[in-house]
């Protein structure tokens, strides 16, 4: 069954179709608002209240987008407006998450701090730059479905991945 | 085939790391790759960054993670639906009809109405057009719901028929990006 049938299964009162949409994309919605809102407990309780949303929603989605990046917009959504009233940034919470220098010896420390260095990159992109990017390397959207849910057109979505991309790789340049 | 500039390269190179690329565009950025070391190299440092961002994306919660937000994702699932899920399925219907009464009332009753020029009344087979339009974008809506617009033809012209599908369109997308009630709509 595609979403488009789970949507509609739930809508005649079928439960166990919404239970099976939570399993398609529990995991992607929560590992998106994580790395928008870098703290693992406030992402489990976004990523709860966004499948409620979409819960007490669906009444009222009627497929003019697909059920995908519908529930992509309101997680973005949500982390977001999460981030703007808790005021903390990824950064800050990600040292808290990645080794210590004294924890790894010093060949296997060079790479640790090269992916924090990107993930801090990453976090100083403007804001549709790093979230075209995190969906599409991430999440493995299509353009078109970034498109959709972040606004504009495909090719606009596409042009911000490759800005994003070619910043970065200067960056890690500077690095290097 | 005129060679590719830099610049370019540069664009195929990064649509070749994120599997967009085309046969013919993939052609032609290996053609330019053999006689531009400058590309070449820009070539290896795409390389190391994607390979940095697709190990990053593995970095995710252990198993038990997922296990706990299951079961407590259930839990909130079950206490929602005991309170919400017999009234969902009509709720939006009510909102949809008021719209679409309040612009047919607004003919009638609005002063501009009488001081501008009749709108050209709408023939049998727009009309039936009209009710298709609505019923799609207002589907699930009972076929009831649309016959009652439909017999209310007196006061729907092509104008305002036009008015109520974009109105009626609008609404639904706006519903359903933001994810809003018809209460906050209205």
């Known amino acids: 069954m595609d979403d488009a049938d789970l949507v509609t299964a739930f809508r005649n009162g079928n439960r166990e179709a919404f239970a099976e949409l939570v399993r398609r994309y529990s995991r992607h919605i929560t590992l998106t608002i994580l790395r928008i809102v870098g703290d693992l407990e406030d992402a489990r309780d976004l990523s709860q209240e966004v499948f409620l949303k979409a819960y007490t929603g669906l009444p009222r989605f009627f497929g003019i987008s697909s059920f995908k990046t519908w529930l992509y917009t309101i997680a973005l959504n949500h982390a977001r407006d999460h981030v703007r009233k808790r005021r903390f940034t990824h950064a800050e919470q990600n040292p808290d998450t990645l080794p210590t220098p004294n924890e790894l010896p010093g060949e296997q420390w060079e790479p640790v701090l090269l992916t924090q260095k990107i993930r801090e990159e990453i976090e100083k992109l403007p804001e549709k730059q790093r979230l075209t990017l995190q969906l599409r390397i991430f999440d493995g959207l299509e353009y078109s479905e970034i498109a959709r849910i972040l606004g504009g057109t495909a090719g606009g979505a596409r042009g911000n991945f490759f800005q994003a991309i070619k910043t970065l790789r200067e960056k890690l340049k500077e690095i290097a | ?186």
């Open chain 2, 1 to 186: 085939m005129k060679d590719l500039d830099c610049a370019t390269a540069e664009e195929y190179i990064v649509r070749s790391f994120d599997k967009s690329i085309t046969p013919k565009e993939s052609w032609r950025l290996a053609n330019h790759l053999r006689n531009c070391p400058h590309c070449t190299q820009i070539e290896k440092e795409y390389a190391e960054l994607f390979n940095r961002l697709r190990e990053m994306r593995f970095l995710e919660p252990e198993t038990t993670f997922w296990t706990q937000f299951e079961t407590s994702l259930n839990h909130r699932l079950k206490q929602e639906s005991s309170k919400s899920f017999p009234r969902w399925s009509w709720g939006w219907v009510p909102a949809a009809a008021a719209i679409v009464l309040a612009v047919v009332c607004a003919v009638h009753l609005l002063p501009f109405s009488e001081t501008k020029e009749p709108d050209r009344p709408l023939d049998q087979t727009t009309l039936s057009l009209v009710v298709d339009e609505l019923s799609d974008v207002f589907n699930p809506c009972p076929r009831d719901f649309f016959s009652e617009v439909a017999a209310a033809n007196d006061a729907l012209s092509v104008q305002n028929a036009v008015s109520i599908c974009l109105n009626g369109e609008s609404y639904i997308l706006w519903l359903e990006m933001e994810n809003e009630t018809y209460d906050s709509f209205l």
